[in-house]
Nanobody, 114 residues
Framework: QVQLVESGGGLVQAGGSLRLSCTVS????????MAWYRQAPGKQRELVAM??????TNYADSVKGRFTISRDNGKTVNLFMNNLKPEDTAVYYC?????????WGQGTQVTVSS
């Protein structure tokens, strides 16, 4: 049984920074991919950043150069968000893959004011 719990969401002004954290409970390993997704009102959930099987990272074009995903010994994943923009406003979800299953956190709201 795996559970993901996000924290760190909140209200921030445009240009500000925020750090999101996802803590994993249960059996998961450093080679299990983890990622951050987000979903804005009226839009589909989209991939923001991923920590890959090989330990590399991938980012959505919209956040490259501003967001950084990091992994803490496999069981905690952080999303450092810099130079935030109003269009970053969304519910952010932690995601993990442990085949044959996938897991989602409950989400944390990030609101960026202009």
């Amino acid at each position: 049984q795996v559970q993901l719990v996000e924290s760190g969401g909140g209200l921030v002004q445009a240009g500000g920074s925020l750090r999101l954290s996802c803590t994993v409970s249960g059996s998961i390993f450093s080679f299990n991919p983890m990622a951050w997704y987000r979903q804005a009102p009226g839009k589909q959930r989209e991939l923001v950043a991923m920590h890959t099987i090989s330990g590399g990272t991938n980012y959505a074009d919209s956040v490259k150069g501003r967001f950084t995903i990091s992994r803490d010994n496999g069981k905690t994943v952080n999303l450092f968000m810099n130079n935030l923009k109003p269009e970053d406003t969304a519910v952010y979800y932690c995601y993990a893959v442990k085949l044959p299953n996938t897991y989602w956190g409950q989400g944390t709201q990030v609101t960026v004011s202009s």
